[in-house]
T-cell receptor, first 115, second 114 residues
Framework: KAGVTQTPRYLIKTRGQQVTLSCSPISGHRSVSWYQQTPGQGLQFLFE???????NKGNFPGRFSGRQFSNSRSEMNVSTLELGDSALYLC??????????????FGQGTRLTVV | AQSVTQPDIHITVSEGASLELRCNYSYGATPYLFWYVQSPGQGLQLLLKYFSGDTLVQGIKGFEAEFKRSQSSFNLRKPSVHWSDAAEYFCAVGWREYGNKLVFGAGTILRVKS
């Protein structure tokens, strides 16, 4: 059974550009969550999509957006990149509706560097 | 507001010694509790989880954790640490009303001395 796949693994972008990251969850999983990991702020929740609907959203500016497709694949977009957006972006997939139903499986992440 | 605290940023133990990593959370009477491990530049691997029932849970790689509701704690333990356990450990908490959202602690970096 394939795990959570995130593409690309590494990205270098320039300030002001936009970027799209992709996450393919484990087959059959309907929930995809995104997290930003930085040395200063740690792991912070961005948003969760379940069956194509955003259910929860973290405390991030509107430059951060996402969507989920009918096959459960998810994309995350960051517009007008800032240096502070440099981070490891992690995607997690779950088969259940809530954290108490089953565990979340994490991808290896996309390392975004903004220069 | 939901928060998770891991008070130890770094811990160094000798190989073969016992280990305890601390985790406390705030908010809510019914948390779902997790410990994850991360190697440099990698994703997160689940060590163990607590949803309900027996408050002492066993995980992979010889780890265990105990949920103490009165102390809002979920400490991770291992009786004998191996050099390969060196990594960063994260405590995470979820709550029913927040779907699959997890709130993470700041992490504890474990160093193992030979």
């Amino acid at each position: 059974k394939a795990g959570v796949t995130q593409t690309p693994r590494y990205l270098i972008k320039t300030r002001g550009q936009q970027v799209t990251l992709s996450c393919s969850p484990i087959s059959g999983h309907r929930s995809v969550s995104w997290y930003q990991q930085t040395p200063g702020q740690g792991l912070q929740f961005l948003f969760e999509y379940f069956s194509e609907t955003q259910r929860n959203k973290g405390n991030f500016p509107g430059r951060f957006s996402g969507r989920q497709f009918s096959n459960s694949r998810s994309e995350m977009n960051v517009s007008t990149l800032e240096l502070g957006d440099s981070a490891l972006y992690l995607c997690a997939s779950s088969s259940g509706q809530g954290a108490g139903d089953t565990e979340a499986f994490f991808g290896q992440g996309t390392r975004l560097t903004v220069v | 507001a939901q928060s998770v605290t891991q008070p130890d940023i770094h811990i160094t133990v000798s190989e073969g010694a016992s280990l305890e990593l601390r985790c406390n959370y705030s908010y809510g009477a019914t948390p779902y509790l997790f410990w994850y491990v991360q190697s440099p530049g990698q994703g997160l691997q689940l060590l163990l989880k607590y949803f309900s029932g027996d408050t002492l849970v066993q995980g992979i790689k010889g780890f265990e954790a105990e949920f103490k509701r009165s102390q809002s704690s979920f400490n991770l333990r291992k009786p004998s640490v191996h050099w390969s356990d060196a990594a960063e450990y994260f405590c995470a908490v979820g709550w029913r009303e927040y779907g699959n959202k997890l709130v993470f602690g700041a992490g504890t970096i474990l160093r193992v001395k030979s």
